[in-house]
């Protein structure tokens, strides 16, 4: 699934357009993703935890539910 899938399920489940509700969605996503650049961690109840550290001049993140990590490089952005 993709966003455009993701907003399109949203729209359809509450009655929205799906600009609105792909709006909606980006804001919500790129909230996540600022807090996570801050060095904050992100805690959605019954989806999962998210962190964002630096580790060997690289920038580590993990799902915790999934107990594994991966690499992003320093000059990609989270997305």
Known sequence: M????????IAKEHGL???LSARILKTALDTIRNELKRG????????????????H?????KFDDS??????QRSTHLK
């Open 67 to 72: 107990k594994n990590f991966f690499d992003i």
């Open 17 to 19: 357009s799906r600009a």
């Open 2 to 9: 993709n966003i455009t899938e993701l907003a399109g399920t």
């Open 57 to 61: 001049g690289k920038l580590r993140a």
């Open 40 to 55: 904050h961690l992100v805690r959605l109840r019954g989806f999962g935890t998210f962190q964002a550290r630096k580790s």
